[in-house]
C-alpha cells in the first residue's frame, strides 16, 4: 500500500488547458502540501492544508486552486495552463500540528508537460 | 524569513571517498532540521532528521549533527557507494509546520 499516492504521473497537455492532480494519503497524518520542483530540481512550496484547512498559501498564481475534501485528500486543479507550469508537482504529507509536523512523507511526483 | 543554503554541485566521488555536504540554516526559534534523498525519477525521502541542539542523525552509514552555534546540519558518510548517487535536499521545518528546503545537490558516485 503505497503511503502517499498521486495521480496521474505523467501529464502532457497543450497551453490554455485546465488540468487537474490528485494526491491521497492513508497515514492518517493531518497536514498535506503540494511543493513544485524545477527542471533545476529547486523545490518550492505551494500550499498547505491542516485537517481540510489551508494553513499556507505561498505566492502561487490565482490559476492554481488546491481543493481537500477531507483530510486524507489533497487536489491540485491548474486553470489555463502556461509553459512555465511545467515541472513535477509533489504532494506531501505530515502529522501535523498534534504531531510537531515532523518528517514529510512524499508521494511520487506527477510530471507535466506544457506544449 | 527562512532559509537553507547548501553545498552547490554537482559532487562526483569515487566509491569508497568520503562525503561532505554542507548545509547551514536561517530561522527564527528552534527548527526540526532534516536531510532527504531523492533517487531518480523517484519522490524524496526522509534520510535522517534531528529535533534539537547537539543530536544527531544517522541513517545507512550517514550521519549529520544539529549545531545550534553555527546553525548548521553537515551531512557525512565515510566510504560512499554507487547506489548513494542521488540528489540530497537539506531542510527545515517550523514550530509553525512550514518546511523550507535548500537547493539540493546532486552527488554522483563513480565504481
Known amino acids: 500500500d503505497t503511503a502517499v499516492s498521486q495521480t496521474p504521473k505523467y501529464l502532457v497537455t497543450q497551453m490554455g488547458n485546465d488540468k487537474s492532480i490528485k494526491c491521497e494519503q492513508n497515514?492518517?497524518?493531518?497536514?498535506m502540501y503540494w511543493y513544485k520542483q524545477d527542471s533545476k530540481k529547486f523545490l518550492k512550496i505551494m500550499f498547505s492544508?491542516?485537517?481540510?484547512?489551508?494553513?499556507i498559501n505561498e505566492t502561487v498564481p490565482n490559476r492554481f486552486s488546491p481543493k481537500s475534501p477531507d483530510k486524507a485528500h489533497l487536489n491540485l486543479h491548474i486553470n489555463s495552463l502556461e509553459l512555465g507550469d511545467s515541472a513535477v508537482y509533489f504532494c506531501?504529507?505530515?502529522?501535523?500540528?498534534?504531531?510537531?509536523?515532523?518528517?514529510?512523507?512524499f508521494g511520487e511526483g506527477s510530471r507535466l508537460t506544457v506544449l | 524569513g527562512d532559509s537553507v543554503t547548501q553545498m552547490e554541485g554537482p559532487v562526483t566521488l569515487s566509491e569508497e571517498a568520503f562525503l561532505t555536504i554542507n548545509c547551514t540554516y536561517t530561522?527564527?526559534?528552534?527548527?526540526?532540521l532534516f536531510w532527504y534523498v531523492q533517487y531518480p525519477g523517484e519522490g524524496l525521502q526522509l534520510l535522517l532528521k534531528?529535533?534539537?541542539?547537539?543530536d544527531k542523525g544517522s541513517n545507512k552509514g550517514f550521519e549529520a549533527t544539529y549545531r545550534k552555534e553555527t546553525t548548521s546540519f553537515h551531512l557525512e558518510k565515510g566510504s560512499v557507494q554507487v547506489s548513494d548517487s542521488a540528489v540530497y535536499f537539506c531542510?527545515?521545518?517550523?514550530?509553525?509546520?512550514?518546511?523550507?528546503f535548500g537547493d539540493g545537490t546532486t552527488l554522483t558516485v563513480k565504481p
Open positions: 506531501a504529507s505530515s502529522p501535523g500540528l498534534a504531531g510537531g509536523f515532523g518528517e514529510l512523507f
Open positions: 497515514l492518517g497524518h493531518d497536514t
Open positions: 492544508y491542516n485537517n481540510k484547512e489551508l494553513i
Open positions: 530561522a527564527t526559534g528552534y527548527p526540526s
Open positions: 534531528a529535533t534539537k541542539a547537539d
Open positions: 531542510a527545515l521545518t517550523t514550530n509553525a509546520g512550514k518546511s523550507t
